[in-house]
């Protein structure tokens, strides 16, 4: 059973920085893609940066391009997101989720479905 524990979630001021993790466990398949999404109260679920396991491929959203890293630790199967520069826009609960595919540009498919989440991480920014 695979399942996916995310924390570093917090309260900040605007301009700050935060690191979101997530711990992965129970898969075995080497070819996934993994990936940081978000809600806001209201608001629909937003995909904000994902990878393929295999590397060569990283999706940002518009709105977080320049600001948010997403990086993977395979030995520790932990993904981060390291998230600089935060506006008050970029508060939501933050998820982490898991899909196994047969090849990277599956990660590419915008209707990609995930199959695996975590319970997800409050990041709150003021301005």
């Known amino acids: 059973q695979v399942q996916l524990v995310e924390s570093g979630g917090g309260s900040v001021q605007a301009g700050g920085s935060l690191r979101l993790s997530c711990a992965a466990s129970?898969?075995?398949?080497?070819?996934?893609?993994m990936g940081w999404f978000r809600q806001a109260p209201g608001k629909e679920r937003e995909k904000v940066a994902t990878l393929y396991s295999g590397g060569g491929y990283r999706y940002y959203v518009d709105s977080v391009r320049g600001r948010f890293t997403i990086s993977r630790d395979s030995a520790e199967k932990t993904l981060s997101l390291q998230m600089s520069r935060l506006k008050f826009e970029d508060t939501a609960m933050y998820y982490c989720?898991?899909?196994?595919?047969?090849?990277?540009?599956?990660?590419?498919?915008?209707?990609?479905?995930?199959?695996?989440w975590g319970q997800g991480t409050q990041v709150t920014v003021s301005s």
């Open positions: 989720a898991l899909v196994v595919v047969a090849a990277g540009p599956d990660c590419e498919d915008p209707l990609l479905s995930y199959d695996y």
């Open positions: 129970g898969y075995t398949s080497s070819r996934y893609c």
